[in-house]
Each structure stands twice: as C-alpha cells, then as structure tokens.
C-alpha cells in the first residue's frame, strides 16, 4: 500500500470521527405564557433549564406571548451540552419564571422547532435546585443471566464504552460512562475471555460514580459516592442525585432535633443532597444496596466560617424518615482547595446534609484575643447510640494548605471549579478537535510531498 492510499484512509477515518464528534443541534420554542390562568405579563423572563442548569431564556411580549413562527423569528433556543447529554440518558427542559416552574417538561430532541402552551401556577413555586445529575446502568453491552441463585456477567469488551479489564477474581470497567468514574464486579473465579467477551459469576459489585458540583452564592457545591451491591442492576436502574441549599420543611425540622438530641446545634446548613433511585434500592427496603460511602465538598470559606473541620457533620434522612449523623472524617481538599468530607452510611443511599454545628453556649473567648480553635467541638460528639464524629483534630489555623495532605485515595473526578455547563478550557481540548488538528498536519503533508 503506497503513502498515498495510507493518506487517503486516515483523512477518511478522521472525518468520520469528527463528523460523529459534532454537538447536537439545539432545540427552538414559540408560544404562550400563562399565570393562573392569566397571559403572563409582558417583559416577564422564561428561564429554560436541563438538571436545573440554565440553557437559554426569552422575554414575554404582550398577552404572553413568547417567540414567532416565522423562519426568521426570535425563539427561546435551548442548547444541550455535552455533560448533559452524558449525565441523563434522555435529559429534560423544563421552564421557569423566577422560581414558578412550569408545569411542561419536554425532552431535550437535536434541531425541533415546538409550539408550547406553558401553564404556571403561583400556589405552585419552589426554590429550584442548583444542580442535578443521573447514574444510569444503561453503560453498554453488558448482559446478565440468572442460574441457580447466582448472578453471571457477560460483557462485550467493544460495545462497552470505557475500558474493560480482568484483576484476578474481578472484572473492572474504567470510564464506562452514565455516570460513573469505575465499576469493579467481582467475580467467584477468574472472569473467562473468550474474544471480545468477558464472562464471570458475580459475588459483590462496586460502583464509584463521578463528581457533581453546583454553585451556591459563588460556593462550591459538591458530591460524589461509592456504593457495594450484592449484583449489577438492570440496565433500566437509575440514580439522581439533586442538589440544594436547603432541605424540605420535614428533614430540616429533622435534623435540628437529630442535634439537640446530641446537646447541638446546628450553625448552619452547607447544601443537601437527596439521591433517588429507581429500579434499585438499598437492602432495607428490599433492594441490592448494601452499602454507601459519601463525599461532600465545600468551600474553605464555609468551613471556617463553622469553626473549623471538628465542627462539620454529615447527617443522614433515611427514606423512611428516621434521622442520624454518620461517623464523618476530614479527608483532604481537592486541587481547588475545597474540602472534602467523607462517610459511611451502611444503610445506603437517600437525602444528606453537610452540616455545621456548635455547643448550645458559645464558649468563653479566648484569652490573648483572635484564635478560633476555642469554638472547636470535642470528638465525643453524639447524635445517636454508637454514631460519635471522628475528624481529624485540626485547628483553624493549622488547616492545611490546599489542594495538599489527602489522607485516603480518592477516586479521579472532574474538577471541582468546572460547573456544569462550562465550556472547555484550553487545557481539556475535546479529542475530535485533537484529531482534526492531526488531520490538517497530514493533508498538508501529503500536498507537500505530492509537489515535489
């Protein structure tokens, strides 16, 4: 084969890469606006959101009128990114005026033009979360069969997206999207490979999801988690995580008596994350859950502004309403500075809360003035029998630097400045952009070589 015709492939097969590479055509909106029944004001904003993110918006005219018809005319356009597309399966647009949410959800569809009839209702607002995202276990070809009580995987190394390996009795899957960072299924014997494909009976899965981040008042906003399973669920489970500043008015009267229960109180709440599951569920409830770590990450201004990492807490609202704090450590910050905060909740996954707390007395000042260590909370902090806080006994000024002294493995997330919806930086050049480049080098290379 000469250079030519090598040259003529590889052009090819870039285009076809970068074709496949192209972002989805955003999706246009015309209509009407109505407010209890009324057409909504002129001039009143039409906020579209997907996972509570803000993805365009348009101004009402007169009789609540959004957007036209004509080819030409203005529209409430509604672009997808890419982590949207990658955090929910089938991602949803939904509309606000302020925090009044409409009652029309519309899947997000490339390149529509829809007319809407958008309804909101006053009786009906709610303070919007400021981020959501999805785990989905729809992550490739990944088929499982039942025999005799026992679970077996059969994976098709490549149909499934990421990277599949063999460790011993485990088959281990490294950015296989949905979602998740990694997921280790073990296997009773070392998984066969026949192929393309790997086959194993499972003994115990674990699943490490990415990281989702939000902004609260200019605050980072973080969780991700890892979680045991006793098999791989049907590729139609799926897991939300929601975050929020504050929780409902039930599990915030909840954990305030979860904490005076301990002779606490809390100073304030961080943020809340309420983690949903459907078509999976924690062993308690009759699910496959049988275990969960959580990692929740905040701004070094708030944690100072609880007296330290002694005074921080996860605490837990089960979906049956009982309330506990969990056992928390001070893990590390993450390159951004932000610290991270980690704990085991055995009995799975439901709503957290990153809480800060205090003595019911505020404790004498200190002698020689300054010092915010005196404000620092004893480790013997109880909220329920055998549940005591254990963090890392670090005064205020002694922190450590951040972004340094990670005391655990954490798994590799995204970083934690990078908001859903960003735009890549300089630094994170998509990989069709990569190639395109290598592609141009080569054309021009090749009308070179042709010349002479």
Do not use: C, H
């Given at each position: 084969?000469?250079?030519?015709?090598?040259?003529?492939?590889?052009?090819?097969?870039?285009?076809?890469?970068?074709?496949?590479?192209?972002?989805?055509?955003?999706?246009?909106?015309?209509?009407?606006?109505?407010?209890?029944?009324?057409?909504?004001?002129?001039?009143?904003?039409?906020?579209?959101?997907?996972?509570?993110?803000?993805?365009?918006?348009?101004?009402?005219?007169?009789?609540?009128?959004?957007?036209?018809?004509?080819?030409?005319?203005?529209?409430?356009?509604?672009?997808?990114?890419?982590?949207?597309?990658?955090?929910?399966?089938?991602?949803?647009?939904?509309?606000?005026?302020?925090?009044?949410?409409?009652?029309?959800?519309?899947?997000?569809?490339?390149?529509?033009?829809?007319?809407?009839?958008?309804t909101f209702n006053s009786s009906g607002g709610e303070v919007p979360p400021v981020g959501s995202g999805d785990n989905s276990f729809?992550?490739?070809?990944?088929?499982?069969?039942?025999?005799?009580?026992?679970?077996?995987?059969?994976?098709?190394?490549?149909?499934?997206?990421?990277?599949?390996?063999?460790?011993?009795?485990?088959?281990?899957?490294?950015?296989?999207?949905?979602?998740?960072?990694?997921?280790?299924?073990?296997?009773?014997?070392?998984?066969?490979v026949s192929g393309s494909i790997v086959r194993g009976t499972i003994t115990d899965v674990r699943a490490v999801s990415s990281r989702?981040?939000?902004?609260?008042?200019?605050?980072?906003?973080?969780?991700?988690?890892?979680?045991?399973?006793?098999?791989?669920?049907?590729?139609?489970?799926?897991?939300?995580?929601?975050?929020?500043?504050?929780?409902?008015?039930?599990?915030?009267?909840?954990?305030?008596?979860?904490?005076?229960?301990?002779?606490?109180?809390?100073?304030?709440?961080?943020?809340?994350?309420?983690?949903?599951?459907?078509?999976?569920?924690?062993?308690?409830?009759?699910?496959?859950?049988?275990?969960?770590?959580?990692?929740?990450?905040?701004?070094?201004?708030?944690?100072?502004?609880?007296?330290?990492?002694?005074?921080?807490?996860?605490?837990?609202?089960?979906?049956?309403?009982?309330?506990?704090?969990?056992?928390?450590?001070?893990?590390?910050?993450?390159?951004?500075?932000?610290?991270?905060?980690?704990?085991?909740?055995?009995?799975?996954?439901?709503?957290?809360?990153?809480?800060?707390?205090?003595?019911?007395?505020?404790?004498?000042?200190?002698?020689?003035?300054?010092?915010?260590?005196?404000?620092?909370?004893?480790?013997?902090?109880?909220?329920?029998?055998?549940?005591?806080?254990?963090?890392?006994?670090?005064?205020?000024?002694?922190?450590?630097?951040?972004?340094?002294?990670?005391?655990?493995?954490?798994?590799?997330?995204?970083?934690?400045?990078?908001?859903?919806?960003?735009?890549?930086?300089?630094?994170?050049?998509?990989?069709?952009?990569?190639?395109?480049?290598?592609?141009?080098?080569?054309?021009?290379?090749?009308?070179?070589?042709?010349?002479?």
């Amino acid at each position: 084969m000469d250079l030519k015709t090598i040259l003529t492939i590889f052009f090819i097969l870039t285009l076809i890469g970068t074709v496949g590479a192209v972002p989805p055509k955003p999706v246009e909106f015309f209509g009407t606006a109505t407010l209890d029944g009324i057409a909504v004001p002129e001039e009143e904003l039409i906020t579209a959101k997907i996972n509570y993110n803000e993805r365009g918006s348009i101004a009402t005219r007169q009789g609540g009128i959004f957007g036209e018809t004509g080819i030409f005319g203005e529209r409430l356009i509604v672009a997808a990114t890419e982590e949207d597309l990658i955090a929910t399966i089938n991602p949803l647009i939904t509309f606000w005026i302020g925090d009044l949410k409409a009652s029309q959800e519309i899947p997000f569809s490339s390149g529509e033009v829809m007319e809407l009839a958008l309804t909101f209702n006053s009786s009906g607002g709610e303070v919007p979360p400021v981020g959501s995202g999805d785990n989905s276990f729809q992550i490739g070809t990944i088929e499982t069969t039942e025999s005799g009580g026992e679970q077996i995987v059969a994976i098709n190394q490549q149909t499934t997206t990421g990277t599949v390996t063999t460790d011993g009795n485990a088959i281990l899957l490294e950015n296989p999207g949905g979602g998740w960072e990694s997921i280790r299924l073990q296997t009773a014997e070392p998984p066969e490979v026949s192929g393309s494909i790997v086959r194993g009976t499972i003994t115990d899965v674990r699943a490490v999801s990415s990281r989702l981040t939000a902004s609260l008042d200019g605050e980072i906003a973080g969780i991700d988690f890892d979680i045991g399973m006793e098999k791989f669920p049907d590729p139609t489970a799926q897991i939300t995580r929601t975050i929020s500043k504050n929780p409902d008015p039930a599990a915030n009267s909840a954990f305030l008596l979860t904490a005076q229960n301990a002779a606490k109180e809390i100073n304030d709440i961080a943020f809340v994350v309420n983690i949903q599951k459907t078509g999976i569920d924690n062993v308690a409830d009759g699910g496959t859950i049988t275990s969960a770590t959580i990692r929740m990450v905040v701004s070094p201004s708030w944690v100072i502004a609880q007296g330290g990492v002694d005074n921080v807490v996860i605490m837990r609202r089960s979906d049956t309403g009982s309330t506990s704090s969990l056992m928390t450590r001070y893990i590390g910050n993450d390159p951004g500075g932000n610290y991270i905060f980690e704990a085991d909740s055995p009995e799975g996954l439901s709503i957290f809360a990153l809480t800060g707390v205090r003595s019911p007395s505020p404790p004498s000042p200190p002698t020689g003035g300054g010092g915010s260590s005196s404000t620092q909370a004893t480790s013997d902090f109880v909220f329920t029998p055998g549940a005591t806080i254990t963090p890392g006994p670090v005064p205020v000024e002694d922190q450590p630097t951040p972004g340094t002294q990670e005391t655990t493995p954490l798994p590799v997330v995204s970083s934690p400045d990078s908001e859903s919806g960003s735009e890549p930086t300089g630094r994170d050049l998509p990989l069709p952009y990569i190639i395109a480049g290598i592609a141009i080098a080569v054309i021009g290379l090749f009308f070179i070589m042709k010349k002479r």
